[in-house]
């Protein structure tokens, strides 16, 4: 059951007052009984030593009358059930009263009366004491000690005392009563008070939970109104203002949503023109790419077909130097041509429209074609070419053409830098699961490190004289950079200058196909951790 | 008990008195005769309704008045005048205190028959000089008491004794001569005022082997009485009482008078001036019976062997 604020603070009030209560009224009616206790005990010893004072004449003459008139003396004591008065051996001399069977002694000093016996028995021995001349003083001591014992004072009986406990009882009982009846009282009071204190403070609490309630439900300008001044008025006053506050803001918000959906959509709409507009230029510079690259690329082949013709003698006998001159032509075309190829594939992947072609194959034969290549290519075989392909390499599943052309640019670039020595490839698994690496190490010149962290950047040629000894406009590693983020991987390099450099290419195996109707893969630039 | 208003208590004693015993005589107008007691103590009583018994017995059968003093010397006027207003023919009076105040009024001649009185010679009862005064003394003869002295603690030799110079000095005196004939030399303490009692008792104790008693209202008071019997005890010194209320608190040994019988001797005294004896004729008697009191507990107590004959001699023995 669930108890309110109310309730359990009168419980845990009224608890608290009665157990205070029981507490004080049961040390108080300890410490009353005690001190009765003792002030009983006290009159019993006062009354017994008075007894046996009086009494020590009556006992060394044998005066059972006079005994028996000090016991009646002590019967007239209130609360004296019984004198006795017993020599030293034990004989009865005088009597008045019966001793009860539940009797107890005296007990020590500051302890509670017992409650389960009907007297309290003092026993008080009677002394005589012996006046005579001591053995020094019949010699004549100047000097003999009487303030001790020693001898002098010896016991001639006993007195025994017995004090009802009946009085003592009843004052215990209504002690007990009267400690029980006022903690009755202070304990209803205590629950009273603690019902009133309850309500006086659950009463604005239910208010302001009222009030709560209907803010919740969106009636923000509900406002409580207590008639106190006390601290639950101060809540209400920080309630009212809170309300208040929360009213103005929620206006404040719904004027700035109301703006910021104006903004929004004026924005949108500014955006939807720019995008349509940058729709529209990209298509007219697609266009213009493909144009140019047309226009371009035509007349270069006319040119290298018309060239490797005529030097071939098409047109007839050629001298020496014409074929020198007809090779330099078709060279140089060849050079414009890939560059304008470089430049489309750059300005292609830049756009984002890279198309994928995802297809099973082994990566042994395909580099090993790249490598055929090259050593076909050389004229003097001053540079080797390896291959090193790790056995039980998984079949790729991805875009074969553009890993062909990652491995194939990073192999020119190394044999364009190598004059003499090695040009490897490496293939092993990669670190990760269903991932390889394709290294192209070289023994060319290097690269500085300063220029290390350029090498991927578009248009960037490292080493003084690289253009004009190379060709080139900067753009192939970069190529190779965007490829292998298309192909899902990523490409570093290690080198030192005048020894050689490793590109080591790290791409997964398997690149997953795109479902149908999906645009093609736009991987973002710089989307894959290099 | 003392009375507010003593006069009319005294009176009323004295009418009733009059009402029940001069009644029957009334006719007759017999002789009148006035007790006046010192106190309704037992031994005056006791003796007091001795002599009235006998005198109703007596064949002239006197009315009787009866006055009590109560103990207090304060109500001898009242009963003074009541005397002179009623006029008996004889007065007996019971105690010293009774006796003491009679015969201090010299204005009146009527005889005096004393009762229970102790040195009555030594008190100088016997040399009034307006009345003619007889009476019994409770004396016990000197000798008979220092014989069992002898005969209690027959080893002593120094026997002490507490008394005031001016009560019972001559007493002392008479016994001092006496006392060796019972092979005891008497030595004394003298005390002036009963708080000095105790403590001269301690001092005389270390002097003498036994402690005997007189009748001194300087020494024996209710105050001092115990003390006195509790010191002796608790120097284990065998002290000789005056009464059998003393062998009962603790005294070895007492002789005392059958007080019956001393108002029957007062009676017959009284019987003999009625029948026209003069007073002044009649001796001082002394107490015809004499007993023996024994504390045979303070006795042990004392470490004493009492004579088998004494015990047997004894009248009252506490054991």
């Known amino acids: ?530 | 008990m003392r009375s507010d208003r003593p006069f009319p208590r005294v009176l009323a004693l004295g009418l009733l008195a009059v009402l029940v015993s001069a009644a029957p005589l009334a006719a007759s107008r017999g002789p009148t005769v006035a007790i006046v007691t010192s106190s309704r103590v037992g031994p005056f009583e006791t003796a007091s309704r001795a002599i009235a018994d006998l005198l109703q017995q007596s064949p002239r059968q006197p009315e009787v008045l009866t006055f009590d003093l109560e103990g207090e010397r304060s109500k001898g006027p009242d009963v003074l005048a009541e005397l002179r207003r009623m006029n008996p023919d004889l007065i007996v009076t019971v105690g010293s205190l009774a006796t003491a105040m009679i015969l201090a009024d010299s204005t009146q001649r009527t005889p005096l028959v004393f009762s229970m009185v102790l040195y009555p010679r030594q008190s100088e009862f016997l040399s009034n000089p307006t009345r003619a005064v007889t009476g019994v003394a409770l004396d016990v003869p000197l000798e008979i008491q220092l014989q069992y002295v002898h005969r209690l603690v027959p080893g002593a030799r120094r026997l002490g004794v507490l008394y005031h110079a001016g009560e019972t000095g001559l007493i002392v005196e008479a016994a001092r001569r006496i006392a060796p004939s019972q092979g005891l030399s008497l030595v004394t303490r003298a005390v002036e005022q009963p708080g000095n009692a105790v403590t001269a008792l301690g001092e005389l104790m270390e002097e003498v082997d036994v402690v005997w008693s007189v009748a001194d209202s300087h020494v024996f008071t209710p105050q001092t009485t115990s003390a006195l019997i509790l010191a002796a005890l608790r120097r284990r010194m065998p002290l000789i009482g005056l009464s059998t209320a003393h062998v009962k608190s603790g005294a070895l040994a007492t002789l005392y008078c059958d007080y019956e019988d001393v108002g029957r001797q007062t009676g017959e005294l009284v019987v003999r001036i009625l029948d026209g004896a003069r007073a002044e004729d009649v001796p001082v008697a002394g107490p015809r019976k004499v007993s023996l009191g024994l504390n045979l507990r303070t006795a042990q107590h004392l470490g004493l062997d009492v004579a088998p004959a004494l015990v047997a001699e004894a009248r009252e023995v506490v054991r």
């Open chain 1, 1 to 530: 059951m669930r108890r309110g604020f109310g309730v359990r603070l009168a419980l845990a009030n009224s608890a608290l007052i009665v157990l205070a209560c029981a507490l004080l009224s049961w040390t108080l009616v300890r410490s009353d009984l005690r001190e009765i206790g003792r002030g009983l005990a006290d009159r019993g010893f006062a009354l017994g030593e008075h007894l046996a004072r009086e009494a020590e004449l009556s006992i060394l003459s044998g005066d059972a009358e006079s005994l028996h008139q000090l016991a009646q003396m002590a019967r007239a004591e209130r609360d004296v059930l019984y004198t006795h008065f017993v020599d030293v051996e034990g004989r009865v001399q005088a009597t008045l009263g019966e001793r009860p069977a539940h009797r107890a002694h005296v007990p020590a000093v500051g302890a509670l009366p017992p409650t389960d016996v009907d007297a309290w028995e003092f026993e008080v021995p009677i002394f005589t004491t012996d006046a005579r001349p001591q053995r020094e003083e019949l010699l004549g001591a100047d000097v003999v000690d009487r303030s001790g014992p020693s001898g002098r004072r010896h016991q001639i009986g006993t007195v025994l005392v017995g004090l009802a406990l009946d009085p003592l009882r009843a004052h215990s009982d209504r002690v007990a009563v009267t400690a029980a009846t006022f903690t009755v009282i202070v304990a209803v009071m205590a629950v009273l008070s603690a019902i009133l204190l309850a309500s006086a403070i659950t009463r604005p609490l239910k208010v302001l939970a009222r009030a709560a309630d209907r803010i919740a439900g969106g009636e923000l300008e509900t406002q409580v109104t207590l008639q106190s001044e006390d601290e639950v008025a101060a809540v209400a006053e920080s309630f009212n203002a809170m309300a208040r506050s929360l009213a103005l803001s929620r206006a404040a918000l719904e004027e700035h949503r109301r703006t910021l959906e104006e903004k929004v959509r004026a924005r949108t709409e500014r955006l939807e023109t720019v995008n349509r507009e940058l729709d529209e230029a990209n298509r007219l510079k697609s266009e213009f790419l493909a144009t140019v690259s047309h226009e371009l690329r035509t007349p270069l082949n006319v040119i290298m077909g018309y060239t490797r013709m005529l030097a071939e003698g098409a047109g007839g006998e050629v001298t020496g130097e014409q074929r020198e001159m007809l090779e330099s032509i078709h060279r140089q075309s060849k050079m414009q041509l890939d560059l304008i190829s470089d430049v489309l594939d750059f300005s292609r992947l830049a756009s984002g429209r890279v198309s994928m072609h995802i297809e099973r194959f082994a990566l042994g034969p395909l580099l090993e074609e790249i490598r055929a290549l090259h050593v076909g290519r050389q004229a003097g075989g001053q540079v080797a070419f390896v291959l090193d392909v790790a056995a039980g390499l998984p079949e790729m599943e991805t875009d074969r053409v553009k890993l062909q052309e990652v491995v194939r640019n990073l192999v020119d670039n190394a044999a364009k830098f190598t004059q003499r020595g090695r040009v490897g490839i490496e293939v092993r698994a990669g670190n990760l699961p269903g991932w390889v690496v394709i290294a192209v190490r070289d023994t060319g010149r290097g690269i500085s490190a300063e220029d290390l962290p350029r090498i991927f950047e578009e248009f960037r040629q490292v080493g003084e004289g690289t253009t004009r000894t190379t060709g080139g406009v900067g753009l192939g590693l970069a190529i190779v950079r965007r490829l292998v983020d298309v192909l899902g991987g990523r490409i570093t390099v290690e080198s030192v200058l005048g020894e050689g450099s490793t590109f080591v290419v790290e791409v997964p195996c398997r690149l997953p196909r795109k479902a149908p109707g999906e645009p093609a893969a736009t991987p973002v630039l710089g989307a894959v951790p290099r």
